[in-house]
Nanobody, 120 residues
């Protein structure tokens, strides 16, 4: 059974930074792609960033230049460094993986989510 556990969310002022981490356990050897998605109240869940095992990445246009995704394959972790945060970044952030995951679409495994709130 796969488990994805996020940490690092919280409340920050606009312009500040947060770092999210996700630890993966279980049968994840086939997870080529790990990603971060977010869902704001009343909105659909959307891709934030994704990364392959070899380091190829994809970012949503809204976060390019501000967010950086990284992963440690040996430790089965993926992180999201978020800088220059804006109030519109406020959302629940989810870690994602799965055999069907790509740099553009989610896989079938989700973490429980971590709240990020950016105050103006």
């Amino acid at each position: 059974q796969v488990q994805l556990v996020e940490s690092g969310g919280g409340l920050v002022q606009a312009g500040g930074s947060l770092r999210l981490s996700c630890a993966a356990s279980g049968i994840i050897f086939s997870f080529n792609v790990l990603g971060w998605y977010r869902q704001a109240p009343g909105k659909q869940r959307e891709l934030v960033a994704a990364i392959t095992r070899s380091g190829s990445t994809n970012y949503a246009d809204s976060v390019k230049g501000r967010f950086t995704i990284s992963r440690d394959n040996a430790k089965n972790t993926v992180a999201l460094q978020m800088n220059s945060l804006k109030p519109e970044d406020t959302a629940v952030y989810y870690c994602n993986g799965g055999r069907s995951a790509s740099l553009y679409y989610p896989g079938g495994s989700w973490g429980q989510g971590t709240q990020v709130t950016v105050s103006s």
